[in-house]
């Protein structure tokens, strides 16, 4: 059995200076990423609803909000952004228009459990 090699000692200054990186934020965000690719495609449905979830994460509902709006716009057919733009605007404490987005979702799905989903919600709410 061979023994293990060493590893060099000049290997480990770059080690720590990629982790420091890392670490220092140098790499970039999801957010980012996400805007990147907004930036080169600005249809791209899912990197909108990535970046809206993303600003969900983040705390930042007022800008998730505006996402899955530009989204809703671009393809009024994908579902999953009628339920979270709808949860998005719950806890902005927007309810008529989180009611909208359920009313609207319902009908514009054909998936049956996105349907379900997004009238259990609405149902939480009341009319």
Request: charged residues 25%.
């Amino acid at each position: 059995m061979r023994p293990l090699a060493r590893v060099q000692p000049s290997y480990w200054p770059k080690v720590r200076a990629c982790h420091a990186g890392i670490l220092s934020g140098l790499e970039p965000s999801r957010i980012e990423i996400f805007q990147q690719m907004l930036a080169q495609n600005p249809s791209h449905t899912f990197a909108r609803y990535g970046l809206a979830m993303e600003y969900v994460k983040s705390g930042d509902l007022a800008r998730a909000a505006d996402e899955f709006d530009a989204l809703l716009k671009a393809d009024p057919s994908y579902s999953a952004a009628y339920f979270h733009g709808g949860q998005t605007l719950e806890k902005l404490g927007r309810l008529d228009e989180a009611r909208g987005y359920y009313r609207r979702g319902i009908v514009a799905t054909r998936d049956a459990h996105a349907r379900s989903e997004l009238q259990a919600a609405l149902d939480i709410l009341g009319d």
